[in-house]
């Protein structure tokens, strides 16, 4: 009786851990990022240099197009948009769909450190992510200094 209870329960954690395998392929892996990877060409000439974190893909769809396909599967803390692009934050990545000449390229990299890259576009958005001089102090004269 015992060898067949752990027969049985050697063949459900099988079961379980192929379901979460196959969802997790299928689901082009974990957050944003994997949902990139897993849907648009990898381009790593256009890399943002100096960033080993940051990914930059392709697509030969329009900028909004490719917006709507990342945000219909994975919502964003905050989406800004402007002549430059699509802006898209998480809680750990960021996603920076920018218009080129054939389609978009799609950029992931660390929110850090895509606010610092990109702060000209959302950084009255996205806040100062508790960096020095960037976060907001005020009350008035003298307060909270």
Do not use: C
């Amino acid at each position: 009786m015992k060898r067949g209870f752990w027969f049985v329960l050697a063949g459900i954690v099988v079961v379980i851990a192929l379901a979460v395998a196959l969802i997790a392929t299928l689901g082009g892996g974990s957050g944003p990022r994997g949902y990139v990877a897993g849907h648009y060409h990898r381009a790593s000439s256009l890399d943002i240099r100096g960033d080993s974190d940051n990914k930059a893909y392709t697509s030969p769809k329009p900028v909004p197009v490719v917006a709507r396909e990342i945000t219909s599967r994975w919502r964003p803390q905050s989406q800004q948009t402007d002549a430059s692009g699509v802006y898209l934050r998480y809680s750990d990545d960021a996603v920076i769909i920018q218009p080129r000449a054939a389609g978009s390229v799609i950029h992931v990299m660390d929110v850090d450190r895509a606010y610092r890259h990109y702060h000209s576009h959302v950084g009255h958005a996205w806040g100062g992510f508790g960096m020095r001089g960037e976060t907001f102090r005020g009350g008035g004269p003298g307060t909270g200094k």
